[in-house]
């Protein structure tokens, strides 16, 4: 059974449990429009992020979202791939340099994966010297999480662990 509460939010009845759709889908809408802003704002520094500390945790950071539920299906890489191929602020550097170090990182991950965070999150806090470095690598692992239409609460999780070791407030990009 379907009903309105009041404009904005639509309720399905299902037995004794209550879903409210209005709510979920503005939280989708809102995540997708931040991951669109997120790679404006990117774009918009290109000049600025060219350093090998970010280059690596930005890869370090694309390894982490596409590994945080444990697993990494090849639909994960190609979203990855794609992102190198297309991002302009990732073509400041060598693509193949960049599928590397993704891999690199993602296998650390596959390996054993708490001790590969410990590893990749040391990598993404390379980048908390420059703090507009800092939030770019944020803004990637956002827009990476966002890209398959789904920001799962593991891929929001890892980001916010990421903003923890970049001293970044997770609030900031509504964590």
Known sequence: MLSKIDGSRSVVRVGRTVHHVGVRMALWDRLKESASTMQTQLTAKKNDLKSGAFRDASMAMCALVAAADGTVDPSERQRVAQLISTNEVLQN???????????????KLTTDFAFGKVSVLQEIAKAKKKPAEARAVIQIGIVIGGADGDFDKTEQAVVREACFSLDLPPHEFDL
């Open 93 to 107: 550097f060598p693509a193949e340099d960049l599928r590397r170090r993704f891999e690199d990182n993602l296998n």
